[in-house]
């Protein structure tokens, strides 16, 4: 720690006996012994008080860390949690449409069929489902033919 050598601390002890005398030295010896272990307990103390401190601030260092990455999955989960409301605003708006298409298709349906009943339409342009939902469909009230008449064929295209 002082990077004393050992011819040192003999000439250290020579002026020590010249200066103190032979009955004073060991009382000295005893009392340097004493404040050299209490120095060193003190030194080992802070030491150790700086490794915990160090081993905190390392402790703290990967709380930050977890807080941080804790913080980024929050958002990334809010991040998703947004798109999937928005993806789900998305769905009812579209089913909302749909249903409301539905709807006009049905109506759509029902004067394309009363005008293929009464021949007065030449043409009916079809989707392969909207075809299907037409044959399936029956008309609103009993007052329309149910066959068109034989003197002017409907032509049917289907759009696959």
Same mark, same amino acid.
Do not use: C
């Given at each position: 720690?002082?990077?004393?050598?050992?011819?040192?601390?003999?000439?250290?002890?020579?002026?020590?006996?010249?200066?103190?005398?032979?009955?004073?030295?060991?009382?000295?010896?005893?009392?340097?012994?004493?404040?050299?272990?209490?120095?060193?307990?003190?030194?080992?103390?802070?030491? @150790?008080?700086?490794?915990? !401190? #160090?081993?905190?601030?390392?402790?703290?260092?990967? *709380?930050? /860390?977890?807080?941080?990455?804790? =913080?980024?999955?929050?958002?990334?989960? @809010?991040?998703?949690?947004? !798109? #999937?409301?928005?993806?789900?605003?998305?769905?009812? *708006?579209? /089913?909302?449409?749909q249903s409301s =298409?539905?709807?006009?298709?049905?109506?759509?349906?029902?004067?394309?069929?009363?005008?293929?009943?009464?021949?007065?339409?030449?043409?009916?342009?079809?989707?392969?489902?909207?075809?299907?939902?037409?044959?399936?469909?029956?008309?609103?009230?009993?007052?329309?033919?149910?066959?068109?008449?034989?003197?002017?064929?409907?032509?049917?295209?289907?759009?696959?």
């Open positions: 720690m002082f990077n004393v050598g050992m011819s040192e601390l003999f000439v250290f002890g020579i002026i020590a006996l010249l200066v103190l005398g032979p009955e004073k030295l060991p009382e000295a010896a005893r009392f340097a012994g004493k404040w050299y272990a209490k120095l060193m307990h003190f030194v080992n103390n802070a030491k @150790q008080d700086i490794d915990r !401190e #160090l081993g905190l601030s390392e402790l703290r260092a990967q *709380v930050q /860390q977890e807080m941080q990455r804790m =913080a980024e999955l929050e958002q990334k989960m @809010q991040s998703q949690l947004a !798109e #999937l409301r928005q993806q789900t605003e998305a769905n009812d *708006v579209k /089913q909302q449409l =298409a539905n709807e006009k298709t049905v109506k759509f349906n029902s004067l394309i069929y009363r005008d293929l009943l009464s021949n007065q339409a030449y043409y009916a342009v079809f989707t392969p489902h909207y075809l299907q939902k037409f044959l399936q469909h029956q008309p609103l009230s009993n007052d329309y033919q149910t066959e068109p008449k034989a003197s002017s064929p409907v032509k049917l295209k289907v759009i696959a």
